[in-house]
């Protein structure tokens, strides 16, 4: 959920929350006073009705209009005085209908006698009022969260674009181009410092590769120079007098460790030029014709080891350098001949989703390893960087592999849409 999206929705409820708690409160707050007019107004009929009486030592006559009402009844001649304000209903007699009132009770006394008088006040106009209260503060609430909300979409929308743009520069950022992230003008502060910060680290990075970069040139080339040293002197040695048995072993330790280190020394620099993306001749290639030649090229190792191998290719078309293609295929061709049992089974199928080598073989218990660089079984005789390039190679041009094993066959797959 992007950022924007949260804050909305957390503005949104809150200031609903907000809204809602503070229209009821107003409401009960108009309704008080409205309910404290009507008792003022019915205190001063009161003091009206008392002065009446005191005056004329007699009753107002009894009255029955349509907003108020005044009427009359004998009490004991012990009773107390009361006075109390309550919430009623009447008859109005022109609408023939029941009315909310405020009423007033009260005592008057008239010659030794306690005599209640019931006052009476309609409560429509002040529920009609209440009402019209109400609505508004609804009508006031709900243009309020339709503003917060649009605000949120659209102006918080242009605040944030300085920082998805310096997102999107991010994401498509390549060291081995030297491009720098320049983010957009802005007068925020954050996204500034934000910026700054991005520029600074992509500076750093691409400082850092260089100097990988410079390093690894440098060991490449100061490593293939004594390598070839080595090689020569061993062959001019070669050609030199007879040697003894156990001369001879050791010149040949020293023929194939000096073998395994430029095996050693080319796998490692061809894993930096793929993760630098340095091998720039991508083009397209016919999968199907590559295929079928790598299995005529290893036909004399299958029939070596007595392998069966049953062939399944579709028509494909891949865009990737045909020298990386050709690594692939012979990392996944040796590693099933490899680890194969003798007299075991190759099966090999193409189709447009994706490439799947299956071979017989032993159990393998270090799958989760299977592509760390260095990675490979006791009984291996390589130097375990074959399937570490491979991912590399996948990786670098968006493919996925994995790896599965059912029933005594290990399955290598390549999807070339990873995304289906």
């Known amino acids: 959920m992007k950022l924007s999206t949260q804050y909305n929705r957390v503005n949104i409820l809150i200031s609903s929350i907000i809204l809602i708690i503070t229209g009821v409160i107003y409401y009960f707050f108009i309704h008080l006073i409205l309910t404290n007019k009507l008792d003022k107004d019915l205190a001063v009929e009161e003091e009206e009705i008392r002065q009446y009486t005191n005056t004329y030592q007699k009753l107002p006559l009894p009255v029955s209009y349509l907003d108020q009402q005044v009427s009359y009844s004998n009490l004991p001649v012990n009773s107390n005085n009361i006075r109390e304000f309550s919430n009623t209903s009447y008859l109005n007699q022109k609408e023939n209908e029941q009315e909310p009132g405020r009423t007033l009770v009260t005592t008057v006394n008239l010659n030794n006698k306690n005599i209640q008088v019931t006052i009476t006040k309609s409560r429509v106009e002040s529920e009609d009022l209440v009402r019209v209260i109400l609505l508004i503060t609804l009508g006031v609430t709900v243009i309020l969260l339709v503003s917060l909300f649009l605000i949120n979409r659209f102006v918080l929308s242009r605040l944030w674009m300085p920082f998805y743009n310096t ?23 954050e996204f500034i410092e934000l910026n700054q910060s991005v520029d600074a680290m992509a500076n750093r990075v691409k400082q850092d590769y260089r100097e990988l970069k410079s390093f690894t040139d440098n060991a490449s080339h100061e490593m293939m120079t004594p ?47 793929i993760e630098n993306n340095l091998i720039m001749d991508s083009q397209e290639i016919d999968l199907k014709n590559l295929v079928e030649s790598k299995v005529r090229q290893f036909q004399e190792l299958f029939e070596r080891s007595g392998l069966a191998t049953e062939v399944k290719l579709s028509n494909k078309t891949v865009i990737m350098s045909r020298y990386l293609a050709d690594i692939v295929l012979n990392n996944l061709f040796s590693n099933a001949v490899r680890h194969n049992l003798q007299g075991g089974k190759i099966v090999i199928e193409l189709s447009d989703t994706g490439l799947v080598i299956s071979n017989t073989g032993k159990n393998f218990n270090e799958k989760d390893r299977l592509f760390d660089r260095f990675s490979k079984s006791n009984e291996s005789e390589g130097m375990g960087l074959g399937l570490a390039i491979t991912k590399q190679v996948c990786i670098l041009y968006g493919y996925h592999i994995t790896y599965s094993q059912m029933n005594d066959m290990h399955q290598f797959s390549i999807f070339f849409n990873p995304e289906d």
Do not use: C, W
């Open 167 to 189: 997102l999107k520069r991010i994401k498509s950022f390549e060291v081995t181009k030297m491009e720098a992230v320049n983010g957009d003008p802005t007068k925020i502060d």
């Open 227 to 273: 390598l070839a040293v080595i090689n020569s002197k061993l062959d001019s040695l070669l050609q030199t007098e007879p040697f003894t048995a156990q001369q001879g072993a050791l010149l040949e330790d020293i023929y194939q460790a000096t073998g395994r280190l430029s095996r050693l020394h080319q796998s490692l620099l061809l894993l930096a030029k």
